[in-house]
């Protein structure tokens, strides 16, 4: 089964620094799926950025960019000029291409911090 | 983009009767829902994938008797926690599939609903 785990239960930047959120996983599989979700106060998921396991290319969505490490099994979100909207928990998440499944597995999330 | 809804936000309820969540797609049809228990400063944990037509698949330790799930239509998922408990007490959330292409779908969420039982 697969495994997603966040170091980090919570982080803080100062607004219009740069943060990094770890993620790591665990897979036997070649092809997969991995994502970072955004939950502000109000609970509701937003889905930050995606990847595609057989792109080599890392994931940009304006601020948010990953460094995905394969071989490591390492996908880490890094926001560049974080602002105030961006205080929230964050979760990293594994999704198989096998079988066509839609299982999502998450981590336990990384609640960030943004300082005025 | 696509609108999941879900409905109530909140309810709270006696111990021993039982609520529905509702969980509909707005703007789109999902063949396919899945429905999330979330407690306090956790990560969501899948209760179960709801598919149109046909029954719900309930992960492991997952009562199927008491969270019953009905996907009735392409565009509806129900959650019925039955006999509730306090112990039922949690953060429900769904999410529902869309396929943009052959190979790419997405999942939306639903707000959540928030669930106190007394």
């Known amino acids: 089964a697969q495994t997603v785990t966040q170091s980090q239960p919570e982080m803080s930047v100062q607004e219009a620094e740069t943060v990094t959120l770890s993620c790591t996983y665990d897979?036997?599989?070649?092809?997969?799926?991995l994502f970072w979700y955004k939950q502000p106060p109000s609970r509701q998921m937003i889905l930050v950025i995606r990847?595609?396991?057989?792109?080599?290319q890392n994931a940009t969505e304006n601020r948010f960019s990953v460094n995905f490490q394969k071989a490591a099994k390492s996908f880490s979100l890094k926001i560049s000029d974080s602002q105030l909207g961006d205080a929230a928990m964050y979760f990293c998440a594994y999704r198989s291409r096998k079988g066509g499944s839609e299982k999502l597995v998450f981590g336990k999330g990384t609640k960030l911090t943004v300082n005025p | 983009g696509a609108v999941v809804s879900q409905h109530p936000s909140w309810v709270i309820c006696k111990s021993g009767t039982s609520v529905k969540i509702e969980c509909r797609s707005l703007d789109f049809q999902a063949t396919t829902m899945f429905w999330y228990r979330q407690f306090p400063k956790q990560s969501l944990m899948l209760m179960a994938t709801?598919?149109?037509?046909?029954?719900?698949?309930?992960e492991q330790g997952v009562e199927k008797d008491k969270f019953l799930i009905n996907h009735a239509s392409l565009t509806l998922s129900t959650l019925t926690v039955t006999s509730a408990h306090p112990e039922d007490s949690s953060f429900y959330i769904c999410?529902?599939?869309?396929?943009?292409?052959?190979?790419?779908?997405?999942?939306?969420f639903g707000q959540g609903t928030r669930l106190t039982v007394v």
């Open positions: 897979t036997s599989e070649s092809d997969y799926y």
């Open positions: 990847q595609e396991a057989y792109k080599q």
């Open positions: 999410s529902a599939r869309v396929k943009w292409d052959r190979v790419n779908t997405e999942a939306f």
């Open positions: 709801s598919n149109e037509g046909s029954k719900a698949t309930y």
